[in-house]
């Protein structure tokens, strides 16, 4: 029996190590995780100016001081309209048609709107580094004490219990050996002490000492209650916690980024029409041509600003429709991460294995209780008082093996 147990003992080293490993590696594991979640939402997006945007968004953040500049370009060649309006012939048919040129508002307004986007973006790109740094690291914490690395976390505390009892079931079997031999040796001493006075008429010698009882009660585990579906417990938990957490960090940012869009759509429309007005067209033909020179003027400064609003325009249908795809991704990032957190909580092979090592040592404990089972079946037959106290003995040894068994058990799939 010790030598079986000896075995179990190796069998369950053989997980430790395993848990250990792991555990050696949680650094690396929650570095893994973290580089996948940016991996899939770099292939997911595929857009150049939104690439890197979960680790700093350094392209995305030069568009839009590209914008800026468009917009700033834009509005020069307003003011230089402006200059030109203000100026007669423009007055006269300013009068005559009752149309105001003035854009400085609309451009004041666009100003207050980028820096809206610039803050989203930097809002996006900080809840994108916060989810990184702090939000992954979290789906590995939970189990019983609310471990760092949970799985492993839990595994440890309970092979800790379990490897403590089983130095009481070592002890308590090689004290139930002690007791068996120093019964049968003092059996057989009283037998020849009989024998003797019976056949001498001596005086019966002493019994002998007997190895004492003592108890060994099995330490109680408040671990691995689930047996190991904690696993998949857990990853069902944290994954959900993840889902809702991360999209209500992610998605109001974005809907708010793509209003601000939507608004600095409105105004570079706004400032392209106003730029547009149709200053002549209510004025005769004939009238027209006094102003012919003019008009080309008027014409020219219309084109320099349109060129930079209609690369703005460019820009900002851009950023628009990648925060657009952002939206419908990012619940397609996360359910994708899903086997990469499963893995990265403990390895699946290196899961599977600690099963079988604890499923070996399980079938050898059941084995060990047959032996036991007939132990006690052999000495129940027996009369004598000694041998009736070795069958109790016997009996508690297969119940405290079938406790150690049971918390062995809670570490098999």
Not at 105 to 125: G, P, Y
Request: proline content about 2%; charged content about 25%.
């Amino acid at each position: 029996m010790g030598d079986r147990l000896d075995l179990v003992y190796r069998y369950m080293k053989n997980s430790v190590e395993i848990v250990r490993d792991e555990s050696s590696r949680f650094n690396e594991r929650v570095e893994t995780l973290q580089n996948n979640f940016q991996e899939i939402y770099e292939e997911l997006i595929e857009d150049a100016w939104f690439s890197g945007l979960t680790a700093g968004g350094n392209i995305l953040k030069a568009k839009i001081n590209e914008l800026i500049s468009f917009l700033d370009t834009a509005e020069k060649y307003c003011l230089s309209l402006n200059a030109v309006l203000n100026s007669p012939p423009a007055e006269l048919i300013e009068s005559i048609l009752g149309v105001n040129i003035d854009v400085e508002t609309l451009f004041d307004e666009a100003r207050s709107v980028l820096k809206t986007i610039n803050d989203r973006i930097d809002d996006i790109i900080n809840g994108f580094i916060h989810i990184i740094n702090d939000k992954i690291p979290l789906l590995f914490k939970g189990g019983t004490d609310a471990f760092s690395d949970a799985i492993v976390g839990e595994l440890t505390a309970h092979y800790n219990i379990v490897d403590r009892n089983r130095e009481k079931l070592v002890t308590h079997l090689k004290e139930y050996r002690t007791q068996v031999k120093n019964t049968a040796d003092s059996f057989k001493k009283r037998d020849e002490d009989l024998a003797g006075a019976i056949s001498r008429g001596s005086q019966v010698g002493e019994v002998g000492e007997v190895q004492k009882t003592n108890a060994y009660p099995i330490e109680e585990s408040a671990y691995m209650k689930t047996r190991m579906k904690i696993k998949e417990i857990h990853l069902n938990l944290v994954f959900q916690s993840f889902k809702t957490n991360t999209s209500a960090i992610v998605i109001p940012i974005l809907g708010l980024l793509k209003a601000a869009l939507s608004t600095l759509e409105a105004i570079c429309a706004a400032v392209k029409a106003a730029a547009n007005v149709a200053l002549y067209s209510n004025i005769p033909t004939e009238a027209l041509s006094i102003f012919t020179d003019f008009d080309e003027k008027i014409r020219g400064e219309i084109d320099e600003i349109l060129k930079p609003l209609n690369d703005a325009a460019k820009i900002v249908e851009g950023v628009k429709d990648g925060v657009g795809r952002l939206i419908i991704y990012y619940p397609v990032l996360l359910d994708r991460m899903r086997p990469y957190i499963n893995e990265a909580l403990f390895t699946n092979e290196k899961f599977s294995n600690v099963h079988k090592y604890n499923f070996a040592s399980i079938n050898i404990l059941k084995e060990m209780q047959i032996v036991f089972d007939d132990i006690v079946k052999q000495l129940s037959n027996e009369k004598a008082q000694a041998i009736d106290l070795l069958c109790n003995y016997s009996k508690n040894i297969k119940t405290t093996m079938g406790l150690f068994e049971e918390q062995i058990d809670r570490v098999t799939l």
